[in-house]
């Protein structure tokens, strides 16, 4: 599945794990290495990576896709500090959607960027972030006629964008 399309393809959110290693849990998953390295050693490799190179890199970066109400919300340092340590540990780009609810019902979505600053020739991820439920789930993109034929990790172009905005548009209500 290389060319994808509005018409044929979607974003999916998969329910893999719903515990404390949900990030970890969800890179493993998207990257395949789900056998081959645990989640405590994931762990142990970004917290690592984090002390031998903190203040180096850039802690996040920000984009902000335009929904009904926007907020961007503050995670905790330490948070951020894991995720920015797993892209660049697996030489990612981590694209996490946070969903969450306002007082009045209303879908806010914030969508965050962890990794190196240059994207150049990275494979991109995407995960949900459930800010109400404080899970974590996979996303990928899934064939409409075939839900098995599925996509994990991406190149950065339009067609993967424009696919993100629908699946927040209807799956994640946020208009």
Same mark, same amino acid.
Do not use: W
């Given at each position: 599945?290389?060319?994808?399309?509005?018409?044929?393809?979607?974003?999916?959110?998969?329910?893999?794990?719903?515990?404390?290693?949900?990030?970890?849990?969800s890179?493993?998953?998207?990257?395949?290495?789900?056998?081959?390295?645990?989640?405590?050693?994931?762990?142990?490799?970004?917290?690592?990576?984090?002390f031998?190179?903190?203040?180096?890199?850039?802690?996040?970066?920000?984009?902000?896709?335009?929904?009904?109400?926007?907020?961007?919300?503050?995670?905790?340092w330490?948070?951020?500090?894991k995720?920015?340590?797993?892209?660049?540990?697996?030489?990612?780009?981590?694209?996490?959607?946070?969903?969450?609810?306002?007082?009045?019902?209303?879908s806010?979505?914030?969508?965050?960027?962890?990794?190196?600053?240059?994207?150049?020739?990275?494979?991109?991820?995407?995960?949900?972030?459930?800010?109400?439920?404080?899970?974590?789930?996979?996303?990928? &993109?899934?064939?409409?006629?075939?839900?098995?034929?599925?996509?994990?990790?991406?190149?950065?172009?339009?067609? &993967?964008?424009?696919?993100?905005?629908?699946?927040?548009?209807?799956?994640?209500?946020?208009?």
């Open positions: 599945m290389t060319n994808l399309s509005i018409e044929k393809h979607k974003f999916c959110a998969e329910n893999v794990c719903i515990d404390l290693f949900g990030v970890y849990t890179v493993r998953h998207l990257l395949n290495i789900s056998d081959e390295i645990s989640n405590d050693q994931v762990h142990e490799r970004a917290v690592n990576y984090y031998n190179h903190k203040g180096r890199q850039r802690i996040v970066l920000f984009h902000i896709i335009k929904c009904t109400i926007i907020e961007i919300n503050s995670y905790g330490c948070d951020d500090a995720r920015q340590a797993l892209a660049v540990l697996y030489d990612i780009i981590i694209c996490l959607v946070c969903q969450r609810q306002d007082d009045k019902g209303q806010i979505v914030t969508i965050k960027f962890y990794g190196k600053k240059s994207s150049l020739g990275k494979k991109f991820v995407y995960m949900l972030y459930d800010e109400t439920k404080f899970n974590f789930y996979p996303l990928h &993109v899934t064939n409409k006629e075939n839900s098995t034929d599925r996509i994990t990790t991406f190149d950065d172009h339009d067609m &993967v964008k424009s696919l993100l905005h629908i699946y927040i548009k209807d799956d994640l209500k946020c208009e």
